[in-house]
Structure formats: structure tokens, C-alpha cells
């Protein structure tokens, strides 16, 4: 039984308990686990067409997340408008390279390849591409468990405006830039959970 | 067929059927296919876990009403708590982004700890308290959304950044906050899904 699917054998997981339960009660009346009370569905319902439409706004929101600014710093009455590649190259400027790096890799380099390993899976399910089923399972895990630290240019701007908050002296203030970035965040995050990674493995056993 | 022999499992993320093995404390199993942990039972799990929750809300309430860090400028001092970061947020117009930390660095890691105390309160009493099953479902969808962690790194980037133009000093509130990042990250390595599930099974018949 090395190849054989609970889907091939009429059963399917409970998404919330992990109860494995025969399909037929899905069909007929109990549409809920009997264990946990979840839904149950043999595979998330409209997951790919789901997964596209969070996917899609959060592309569309990322360009002016990183084009607008994110926060305002006002010191002894110069102002600097910052947006996240320039909070990070200003960063670099003050020789700061570990926490350039650390912000840079959070905030620009994990969102952005966050959208495209989701694109690249959903693509190569619609289209039957043939790629190794386990490489793309092993990046939808890195892509789930690496989203939430995207937040972080989030969470520094919630606590400098807080901190530095001086009237004339120095104050910064948080710009729009920071809500569309922060909405990116969330979206790929559900896109990450609206997404079935068994369907990369029910592709490979159709074909 | 088989199907009545052996108790079987399926991967969550390939689907590949097994049949249930029996695995150890401090072993781990992983489906042989997509290499998906699939399990990992761990000791003490329900005690473990009945304990973190409590220690974590008793040190919730200091971790968020004490400063977290202040900062001294030309001998002005300004404290900063995770709700008055949230305030300001929303003080500028940016009520989604308030809305937003305040869910995942307050809300939502509050919420968790007193479903998990709930659920592992309920099977330490083994009674089945109303609304356990949905309390224990609603904490594995919150889990993912309460991010101490990350806005642990947020502080940590903020010191940085303001070392060199002012004197920022670590508060009360901090060190809290340190346990409860711990505590929170204790419980996600310590509570054993399969094994809250069975227990929840168990009572039900």
C-alpha cells in the first residue's frame, strides 16, 4: 500500500482533528466531523480559486506598499519620508548590515518570495506540470511557516511611534504604506491556508 | 480489504494512507512519501500545557500594563507600552494597521491562552466542558496569528535602530513580556494535537 491515497480509498482527513473518516458520510447526512464538529470536505473547497484571488490582491497591494511610505521621521524640524527599501538602505548606510539584512530578508525578500512560490504551485497544479511533488510540498511548509515574520516592519513602526514621540525634538509618525504592507501580510498568509497542498499530490496520481 | 484489520492514518499533506504505527516519547514520525511530521507524542503534555496557560496569563497582564522600553532624549523620557504603539497607530489614521497588532501582539495570544487553559483544564478534570471541541479547533486556526515572536525581533530592531541617538532603557514590562514570548512558545512545543484529540475522544463515549 505504498501509493494509495485516502482519496482513492473513499476516506477522507478531518482538517481541524486530523480523524481520518470514511467519504460516504460526507456525501450523505453528517457533513460534520463526528469527533472535532468540523466541516468536512475531501479537499478544501475551491482552494485554487481561492488561493488566486488572495494572491492576486496581495500582488496588486504590494507595489504601493513598498512605494509608499511607511513612516515619517520629523527631527529638530527636517522631515525623511521612509518606505521599506529605503528604511533598509538607509540601514546600510550607517553600517548597520546584520539588522539591514534581518529587515531586508523579513520584509522585502520573504514577501516577495512567498508570492511567487504560491504562484509557481498553484501554475504547475493547473497545469499539470511535472516537478517533483515533494520539493513543491517541502516549499509550501517553508512558505506557511515563514509568513508571519513579514510583521515585523509592522510591529517596529507600532513601537517607534510609541517610543519617539518628543513634539519638536524628534517625533515619527506611521504613514499608509505600513497598512497595505501590513494587508499583504495577512493576505499570503490566508493564501497559505486556503491552499491544499494534497492537490500538488492528486495532480501526479491522475497523470 | 484491510480496512477493518489496522487502524489508518493519512498524511495532511499528501494524503498517502497508512496504517497507524506506534511511536515513542521523543520519537518523531514522518510520512515516508512527502517526509510531513506526522506525529511526535509528548510526556506530560496535558500537565505541561495546564501549567504554561496559567503562567502565561499571570504574566500577560504585566507584560502589557508595564513599559516595555523607554527612551531618554535630551532629559525628555518616553515609555512606550504594546498598547500605546497600538494607540498611536490609531491616533494617525491607520485604524486597520492598530487593528491589525493589536489582534496578533494582544488579542489573539490572549484568546489562545485561555482556550488552551480551558481545553486542558476540561481533560485534566476529565468532564468535557461545553464548547471544548470548538475551543481546542479555534486555537489550532489562532496559533499561526499570535506573533510574540515576531514582535520580539520588532523590539530588538527598534533598540537597535535607536542605540546611537538616545539612551533607551528596558522596562518592567520587557522582561514579562520575555516569559510570556517563552511561555507561549513552551506550550506550541509541548501540547500533543493527537493526543488532546484522543483524550477529547475518549470522554465523548
Given at each position: 500500500m505504498s501509493?494509495?491515497?485516502?482519496?482513492?480509498?473513499?476516506?477522507?482527513?478531518?482538517?481541524?482533528c486530523?480523524?481520518?473518516?470514511?467519504?460516504?458520510a460526507?456525501?450523505?447526512?453528517d457533513?460534520y466531523?463526528?469527533?472535532?464538529?468540523a466541516?468536512?470536505?475531501?479537499?478544501?473547497?475551491?482552494?485554487?480559486v481561492?488561493?488566486?484571488s488572495?494572491?492576486?490582491?496581495a500582488?496588486?497591494?504590494y507595489?504601493?506598499?513598498?512605494?509608499?511610505p511607511?513612516?515619517t521621521?520629523?527631527?529638530?524640524?527636517s522631515?525623511?519620508?521612509?518606505?521599506?527599501?529605503?528604511?533598509?538602505?538607509?540601514?546600510?548606510?550607517?553600517?548597520?548590515?546584520g539588522?539591514?539584512?534581518?529587515?531586508?530578508i523579513?520584509s522585502?525578500?520573504?514577501?516577495?518570495?512567498?508570492?511567487?512560490?504560491?504562484?509557481?504551485?498553484?501554475?504547475?497544479?493547473?497545469?499539470?506540470?511535472?516537478?517533483?511533488?515533494k520539493?513543491?510540498?517541502?516549499?509550501?511548509?517553508?512558505?506557511a511557516?515563514v509568513?508571519?515574520?513579514?510583521m515585523?516592519?509592522?510591529?517596529?513602526i507600532?513601537?517607534?511611534?510609541?517610543?519617539?514621540?518628543?513634539?519638536?525634538?524628534?517625533?515619527?509618525?506611521?504613514?499608509?504604506?505600513?497598512?497595505?504592507?501590513?494587508?499583504?501580510?495577512?493576505l499570503?498568509?490566508?493564501?497559505?491556508?486556503?491552499?491544499?497542498?494534497?492537490?500538488?499530490?492528486?495532480?501526479?496520481?491522475e497523470? | 480489504?484491510?480496512?477493518?484489520?489496522k487502524p489508518?492514518?493519512?498524511?495532511?499533506?499528501?494524503?498517502?494512507?497508512?496504517?497507524?504505527?506506534?511511536?515513542?516519547?521523543?520519537?518523531?514520525?514522518?510520512?515516508?512519501?512527502?517526509?510531513t511530521?506526522?506525529?511526535?507524542?509528548i510526556?506530560?503534555?496535558?500537565?505541561?500545557?495546564?501549567?504554561?496557560?496559567?503562567?502565561?496569563?499571570l504574566?500577560?497582564i504585566?507584560?502589557?500594563?508595564e513599559?516595555v522600553l523607554?527612551?531618554?532624549?535630551?532629559?525628555?523620557?518616553q515609555?512606550?507600552?504594546i498598547?500605546?504603539?497600538?494607540?498611536?497607530?490609531?491616533?494617525?489614521?491607520?485604524?486597520?494597521?492598530?487593528g491589525?497588532?493589536?489582534?496578533?501582539?494582544?488579542v489573539?495570544?490572549?484568546?489562545?491562552?485561555?482556550l488552551?487553559?480551558y481545553?486542558?483544564?476540561?481533560?485534566s478534570?476529565?468532564?468535557?466542558?461545553?464548547?471544548v471541541t470548538?475551543?481546542?479547533?479555534?486555537?489550532?486556526?489562532l496559533e499561526?496569528?499570535?506573533?510574540?515572536?515576531?514582535?520580539m525581533?520588532?523590539?530588538?530592531?527598534?533598540?537597535?535602530k535607536?542605540?546611537?541617538?538616545?539612551?533607551?532603557?528596558?522596562?518592567?514590562?520587557?522582561y514579562?513580556?520575555?516569559?510570556?514570548?517563552?511561555?507561549?512558545?513552551?506550550?506550541?512545543?509541548?501540547?500533543?494535537h493527537?493526543?488532546?484529540w484522543e483524550?477529547?475522544?475518549?470522554?465523548q463515549?
Amino acid at each position: 500500500m505504498s501509493q494509495i491515497t485516502a482519496k482513492q480509498m473513499g476516506m477522507t482527513l478531518c482538517h481541524d482533528c486530523k480523524k481520518l473518516i470514511a467519504a460516504s458520510a460526507i456525501e450523505s447526512r453528517d457533513h460534520y466531523c463526528p469527533r472535532c464538529g468540523a466541516a468536512l470536505h475531501m479537499r478544501i473547497p475551491n482552494s485554487l480559486v481561492k488561493t488566486w484571488s488572495f494572491l492576486i490582491t496581495a500582488i496588486i497591494l504590494y507595489f504601493p506598499a513598498n512605494f509608499l511610505p511607511i513612516m515619517t521621521v520629523e527631527k529638530l524640524g527636517s522631515v525623511t519620508s521612509d518606505t521599506i527599501m529605503s528604511g533598509v538602505i538607509s540601514l546600510v548606510q550607517h553600517g548597520m548590515w546584520g539588522i539591514a539584512a534581518v529587515v531586508f530578508i523579513a520584509s522585502v525578500l520573504v514577501p516577495l518570495l512567498k508570492m511567487i512560490s504560491i504562484a509557481l504551485i498553484l501554475i504547475s497544479i493547473q497545469f499539470q506540470l511535472q516537478m517533483s511533488a515533494k520539493q513543491r510540498t517541502v516549499i509550501y511548509q517553508v512558505v506557511a511557516f515563514v509568513g508571519r515574520w513579514s510583521m515585523l516592519d509592522v510591529f517596529v513602526i507600532a513601537l517607534l511611534v510609541a517610543l519617539v514621540e518628543f513634539k519638536k525634538i524628534a517625533t515619527i509618525t506611521a504613514e499608509p504604506g505600513a497598512t497595505f504592507f501590513g494587508i499583504v501580510v495577512v493576505l499570503t498568509m490566508i493564501a497559505a491556508t486556503t491552499l491544499d497542498p494534497r492537490l500538488i499530490w492528486d495532480n501526479r496520481a491522475e497523470s | 480489504m484491510f480496512l477493518n484489520q489496522k487502524p489508518l492514518i493519512a498524511c495532511p499533506h499528501c494524503d498517502l494512507l497508512m496504517e497507524k504505527f506506534a511511536i515513542t516519547y521523543g520519537q518523531k514520525a514522518h510520512c515516508p512519501r512527502c517526509h510531513t511530521v506526522l506525529g511526535q507524542p509528548i510526556k506530560r503534555s496535558l500537565e505541561y500545557t495546564f501549567a504554561l496557560s496559567l503562567t502565561g496569563l499571570l504574566l500577560f497582564i504585566p507584560a502589557n500594563t508595564e513599559p516595555v522600553l523607554s527612551l531618554n532624549l535630551l532629559g525628555l523620557t518616553q515609555e512606550a507600552t504594546i498598547f500605546s504603539g497600538i494607540v498611536q497607530l490609531f491616533n494617525s489614521g491607520l485604524w486597520l494597521i492598530a487593528g491589525l497588532v493589536l489582534l496578533s501582539a494582544l488579542v489573539v495570544p490572549l484568546i489562545n491562552l485561555l482556550l488552551i487553559l480551558y481545553v486542558s483544564l476540561s481533560l485534566s478534570i476529565e468532564i468535557l466542558l461545553p464548547h471544548v471541541t470548538t475551543a481546542l479547533r479555534i486555537y489550532q486556526h489562532l496559533e499561526e496569528w499570535a506573533m510574540l515572536e515576531v514582535y520580539m525581533l520588532g523590539i530588538l530592531v527598534s533598540l537597535i535602530k535607536l542605540m546611537d541617538t538616545a539612551d533607551v532603557v528596558f522596562g518592567t514590562g520587557l522582561y514579562c513580556f520575555v516569559g510570556l514570548l517563552f511561555t507561549s512558545v513552551a506550550i506550541s512545543s509541548h501540547i500533543d494535537h493527537e493526543d488532546f484529540w484522543e483524550h477529547i475522544e475518549h470522554l465523548q463515549t
